[in-house]
């Protein structure tokens, strides 16, 4: 287990875990803000069992978010309560939505993907709502369907794909084969690691398609999901220095690692992948956060824990500064250049201003350990190094008003 170091511990650590007597609450009204978490059940069909995602995925990130809110709450008179709307795997989000309108909720966390999103963002229940997209990393919600009720804690796909393109040009790997599945995400993830590696300068010397056939990801043995097939699969490509994965669902990718004809190193959807949070993250005081998350849930903290976790924190910090629950007055603050968030990588956290995305690093994980995180060195921006990784306002299609 994981030693938390005392002076790393954050002043919006809970009572009980500093062994602290709790801090009486100031006298005088109490702004009371309900804060709404929409979440569908994930579909995810993993090819090993230990990918297989919590229950309460997202959920845990964001009662610790509630309960981080309220240690710093009690001494500015403020409370901050969780109104969680699970959807049914498949269904409607809208009577969520409107069961949070009708309750008085005006800021609310998502666990959608992007055209569910889309939808309750577009709803007339949502026009006073703020929404923190706390899991989709689907390109067009920041670009050609951004919405201004909506921000993005979770990051594009463009800055994963980026963060990996960094990686590799630093390490000297410029030459790379294209392994993309035969999904329609699989191709819009490919599309982004192309525009990487035209970004960066890499070379993609061959690209090969893994068609999907079918069956369970973890008890076929037969010729559908099996690491024998990658050695034939991958044979007779012309030289190259990496083997990149682009397998949003989760097919394939996992086989290729010692599996591949040619001795070379996998990265992207299996092998070295970019990731928002790791159980395996200890720097920066994240040692703390994930002791602290494991002591109260019982396991590791996701990704979308932890981009859960963040959505409610900036609210609450946001609150914090303002005394108000007001949605506009929040966005007002959050997209300008007086506020950031931590959240254990290194660097203060903020929004861009055109497409309300979250700027953050991106860890890079073999599974075990965090290898490295982008930005890499040497990658520099007039504004932020951070910018480096996604959609730079000169390259944005998105139009806020």
Known sequence: MRCAQNWLVPLAMSAAVMNLAPVARAAGPVLHIKIGLIRMPHTKDTISIMDVPPADDTLAGARMAIDDDNTTGTFLNQSFELVDEPVARHGDPLPALQDLAAKGVHLVITDLHAADLLKVASASAASDMLFFNATSEADNLREQDCRANIIHVAPERQMLTDAVAQYLIVKQWPHWFLVKGSHKKDALLAADYLASAKKFGANIVGTRTFVDKGGGRRSDSGLVQTSQLM??????????????????????????????????PVAG???????????????????????????KFHRSMTEHDNEAWVAGRMIGQAVSKLNTADPAKLRALMISPKFDIADYKGVPLSLRSWDQQLRQPILLSDGRMVVSASPQKGFLNPVSTLDTLGFDKPETRCKLP
Request: cysteine-free.
């Open 231 to 264: 050695g034939l699969f991958t044979q007779q490509m012309p030289a190259y220095d990496v083997l990149v994965a682009a397998d949003e669902s989760h097919v394939f990718a996992s086989y290729l690692p010692y599996t591949t004809w040619d001795p070379r």
């Open 269 to 295: 959807s299996g092998g070295l992948e970019p990731k928002t949070w790791d159980f395996s993250h200890e720097a920066w005081g994240a040692a703390q956060m994930q002791n602290r998350f494991a002591a």
